[in-house]
C-alpha cells in the first residue's frame, strides 16, 4: 500500500469517528442538518424496568431514543447542581427535587409528581424467616449475625424512607449498628439477592422485578414519608423531545406502563 492510500485510509477512518463522536450519520450531514437526539433522563435507581419499557414504547413512535442513566436520587441530584448536563431529572423523593428547585435549575411549570411506591422488607429466596411488621418487631433478633440491607439512610431515599419507618416503628436503635449501607436501592436488592444479607429494606417494584427475593411484609404508609416520584426538565435541556417526552410520561398511556411494574399513578 502506497502512501497516498494509507493517507486516504487514514483520513475515511478520521471521518467515520468523528460521525461516531457527533452522533450524526453521513446521510444527515450531507442534508446540512443533524437529526434531533433524544433526551438525556438522569432517573432514580428504582426506575430502571418501567422506564426503559416507556421509553422503548416511545422510541417505537419514531422518536429519537431517550438516554437513560439511573443511580440514587441524591447522587444524580449532586450531579445536576454541579454541572452534569442532562434534560429530564426524575427523583425517588420531593427533598432532591427541593435542591435541585432551589438551585434554579428546574424549567418552570414542568414539576409534577406522578408516581408513588411502597416499601418493604425482603429476604431472599431461601431464607425462612417470618416476621410480622408492627411497633417493636424483633428484626434485629431475626438478623441473627448477618445485616440489614439498606440503601444509605443519611441520603438516598428508599434509605431515608426506611430509617423513618425503622424509627417510628420503634425499632431503628437496634439496628443501626448493623445496617449495609447500599450507594442506592437496587445495590441493597443485590446484597440480599447475593445472600450477603439475610433481611433488606427496598421499594416493593424493587422486590416485583427480582427473582432472587420474597417480600416478607410491607412497611406501613404512616410510618414513613409519601413516597412520591417527582420528574421536570431541566433548564438547561437542549433536546427538543425533552417536554415532549415529559407529557408522554405523565400521560394517562405513561402511568399505565408504570403501573404495569408495581407503581401507582398520582
Not at 84 to 98: C, G, K, R, V, Y
Not at 145 to 152: H, I, P, S, V
Not at 193 to 217: N, Q
Request: charged letters at 20%.
Amino acid at each position: 500500500m502506497n502512501r497516498i492510500d494509507m493517507r486516504h485510509r487514514a483520513s475515511r477512518l478520521c471521518l467515520f469517528l468523528l460521525v461516531l463522536l457527533a452522533g450524526v450519520a453521513p446521510a444527515g450531514a450531507q442534508g446540512g442538518a443533524a437529526p434531533s437526539k433524544g433526551p438525556l433522563v438522569l432517573a432514580a435507581a428504582s426506575l430502571q424496568e418501567s422506564l426503559t419499557a416507556a421509553a422503548d414504547v416511545w422510541t417505537a413512535r419514531r422518536h429519537p431514543r431517550p438516554i437513560l442513566s439511573f443511580a440514587a436520587s441524591s447522587a444524580l441530584a449532586r450531579q445536576i447542581g454541579s454541572g452534569a448536563p442532562a434534560d429530564l431529572f426524575i427523583s425517588a423523593d420531593e427533598p432532591w427535587m427541593d435542591d435541585v428547585a432551589a438551585k434554579g435549575l428546574l424549567r418552570p411549570g414542568t414539576r409534577l409528581s406522578y408516581i408513588s411506591n411502597r416499601l418493604v422488607l425482603v429476604a431472599s429466596v431461601g431464607h425462612p424467616v417470618k416476621l410480622t411488621i408492627r411497633r417493636k418487631f424483633p428484626l434485629a433478633a431475626a438478623l441473627g449475625t448477618g445485616r440489614l440491607a439498606m440503601a444509605d439512610p443519611d441520603s438516598v431515599p428508599a434509605g431515608k424512607y426506611g430509617k423513618a419507618a425503622l424509627t417510628a416503628l420503634g425499632v431503628w436503635s437496634s439496628v443501626e449498628p448493623r445496617v449495609a449501607r447500599a450507594e442506592n436501592v437496587r445495590a441493597a436488592l443485590a446484597l440480599v439477592e447475593r445472600g450477603e444479607a439475610p433481611l433488606g429494606i427496598v421499594y416493593a417494584t424493587d422486590a416485583l422485578a427480582s427473582k432472587g427475593v420474597r417480600v416478607i411484609g410491607t412497611f406501613p404508609a404512616s410510618s414513613h414519608p409519601p413516597i412520591t416520584y417527582p420528574i421536570a426538565v431541566l433548564k438547561s435541556a437542549t433536546s427538543r423531545d425533552a417536554e415532549s417526552f415529559r407529557r408522554f410520561l405523565i400521560s394517562r398511556e405513561g402511568k399505565a406502563i408504570f403501573a404495569r411494574y408495581g407503581f401507582t399513578p398520582r
